[in-house]
């Protein structure tokens, strides 16, 4: 799953570590999160949504198979 997280995040100027906070996840869960490497749970998406004040489909989308 392809997602803006990192550049959400960057637009606040929070690091991986404050975002990490916000959302009550370590600093590596959002790394991963932002690389690709880890799909949050969907009470997590929700909670990432709320936070930047915008839909989970705004943030997260589907990346085609290769």
């Not at 100027?13 to 869960?29: E, I, K, P």
């Not at 991963?32 to 930047?52: H, N």
């Amino acid at each position: 799953m392809k997602n803006s997280l990192k550049s959400l995040r960057a637009g606040k100027g929070l690091s991986q570590q404050a975002l990490g906070d916000l959302l009550d996840v370590s600093r590596q869960s959002v790394n991963a999160i932002e690389t690709g490497r880890y799909d949050p749970s969907l009470p997590l998406a929700f909670k990432i949504a709320r936070l930047f004040d915008c839909a989970i489909e705004d943030i997260f989308t589907d990346a085609p198979d290769p």
